[in-house]
């Protein structure tokens, strides 16, 4: 008789949690704070208004260890979450590994990945302060549908500035977004000013996610019924993302289990962050040993090859200054397929969790990333988005190690969203079109050169 062995660790919907975990109640120091892009001096709750609603400033700047979720945020989460836990057994027995491989799936969110926990939340406390409409920015796609598909269901309007590039190459992704209602404009756009003058120089431009950005916020500027929400980098997104880990605590103690070794994909660090974070938590109060391991692609090293220092979060340098590793905000990285790690910034919470040296990073090339997630594909059926895929590659880097030194290891790693609109990007590697970017160092020192000079 062939014994079964478990592969889902699911809790019910009970056990959603209810409270976002705040990191910095619990770190030894707390991150620098944001700095008016005019006067140099730290931001006023007021100089963030006329972009993002009270509530949202407030968690931004927040203290609070433990901060409730709303109700019905809750419930629109009990629609996928909680997510469910799996241990890759059929990985594990391909890679021929002594070490126990756990992923948290986030794909079964409706939209595909992680962005909806805060697409939803984000959502809610705008409209709880009577906003009607969100603007934002969507890089391959995935935030944007996210946003789409929360402003549906708590029926606000949504607009959407799509990197052009992605604009392009992804229709099923701009279909979604429309099905679920929302409006999506090719960026740069000649419907702002930012947008305007990028054009006016570079009339081919494919866009980036920094002079999406800039158009997105523009819009909310210049619009009392329309505020701006933001899919990553920032520390209320960050906290929305904390289900991940709070649940994985819970299920990999149901496994009877605890990770040495955490993972987590980084673009604007907002799925490492919500898996992380938590088990940090525990780290800090001597609970948990894991090593953590952030996974960034090397043609966008924000953490590994950037610099710790205070930049603005997009192109046209209408957003505050923040203290995160950057690669400069001109940069604009290499057209790799995964879109949502193209961003030249860094989380400045995970930035600052680094700089502690809570966490660490390393770079994944897109060949190794594709490979790693076809391998993946293979063994456990899910075809991951080109993201996770980074966090896939050092998940089994690290099984091989474990093997190669004949010793156990648990390792966890966050699967932050399915593949199913990213296929072009798979035909592309099936068929041998795929490159690897080399580091693109002169490009980067002349982003980094032209730092503001601030802190
Ligand atoms: C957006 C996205 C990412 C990168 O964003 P983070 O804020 O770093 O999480 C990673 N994976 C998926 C599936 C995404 O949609």
Known sequence: MLRMETVQYQLPASRIPTTWYNIVADLPSPPAPPLHPGTLKPLGPEDLAPIFPMSLIAQEVSAEREIEIPGEVRQIYAQWRPSPLV???RLEKALDTPA????????????GSHKLNTAVAQAWYNKQEGVTHLST?????QWGSALAMACAFLGMECRVFMVRVSYDQKPYRRALMEAFGASVTASPSNQTD?????????PDSNGSLGIA????????????????????????????????????????ALAGDEPDVIIGCTGGGSNFAGLVMPYL????????????????????????????AYDFGDTAHLTPLVKMHTLGSTFVPPGIHAGGLRYHGMAPLVSHVLDLGLAEATTVQQLDAFSA?????????????????HAVAVAIQQALEAKAAGKARTILFNLSGHGHFDMQSYIDYQAGKLENYNYPAEEIAM???GLPAAG
């Open 373 to 389: 997630g076809i391998q993946f594909a293979r063994a456990e059926g899910i075809v991951p988005a080109p993201e996770a895929n």
């Open 87 to 89: 241990r890759a057994r």
């Open 281 to 308: 938590g525990r780290k800090l109060r001597h609970q948990c040993n894991a090593r953590v391991i952030a996974v960034e692609p090397a043609a966008c090293p924000s953490l590994t090859k950037g610099r710790f």
């Open 213 to 252: 950005i800039s158009e997105a916020v523009e819009v909310a500027a210049k619009d009392p019924k329309t505020k701006y929400a933001l899919g990553s980098v920032l520390n209320h997104v960050l906290l929305h993302q904390t289900v991940i880990g709070q649940e994985a605590i819970e299920q990999m």
């Open 194 to 202: 930012s947008g305007r003058a990028i054009l006016a120089e570079h």
């Open 447 to 449: 982003a980094l050169a």
């Open 100 to 111: 126990r491989i756990y992923y948290k799936y986030e794909g079964v969110s409706p939209a």
């Open 137 to 141: 920015e969507t890089g391959a796609g």
